[in-house]
């Protein structure tokens, strides 16, 4: 059983920046592809970002490619989310997610993860 606990939301000013971390616990992490993921108030959970068991490859939703980055240490068995130049429609509760099968390089949809996190809360003021 993997346990991850999300840490570093709160409120920023649209522009400025944020770093989220993910510790994870149990399992071995450094062979699961892990994400990042959201939910805007009233919305759906949405893909952010993911990186892979290696941290050789990413990928980064549309929505914020440019402005967020991701990123892992195995040796401290982390994740980050880098968020800068952040807007109002950020807001939301972030999540990271393991995929324990490991099958997908980049895995983008929510039901190939198997753990989750319960969040952490950014908002975005203009």
């Known amino acids: 059983q993997v346990q991850l606990v999300e840490s570093g939301g709160g409120l920023v000013q649209a522009g400025g920046s944020l770093r989220l971390s993910c510790a994870a616990s149990?399992?071995?992490?450094?062979?699961?592809?892990m994400g990042w993921f959201r939910r805007a108030p009233g919305k759906e959970r949405e893909f952010v970002a993911v990186i892979s068991w290696s941290g050789g490859g990413i990928n980064i939703a549309t929505s914020v490619k440019g402005r967020f980055t991701i990123s892992r240490d195995n040796a401290k068995n982390a994740v980050y989310l880098q968020m800068s130049d952040v807007k109002p429609e950020d807001t939301g509760v972030y999540y990271c997610?393991?995929?324990?099968?490991?099958?997908?390089?980049?895995?983008?949809?929510?039901?190939?993860?198997?753990?989750w996190g319960q969040g952490t809360q950014v908002t975005v003021s203009s």
């Open positions: 149990g399992g071995t992490f450094s062979r699961y592809p």
């Open positions: 997610a393991a995929d324990k099968d490991n099958s997908v390089l980049l895995p983008t949809s929510i039901k190939r993860y198997d753990y």
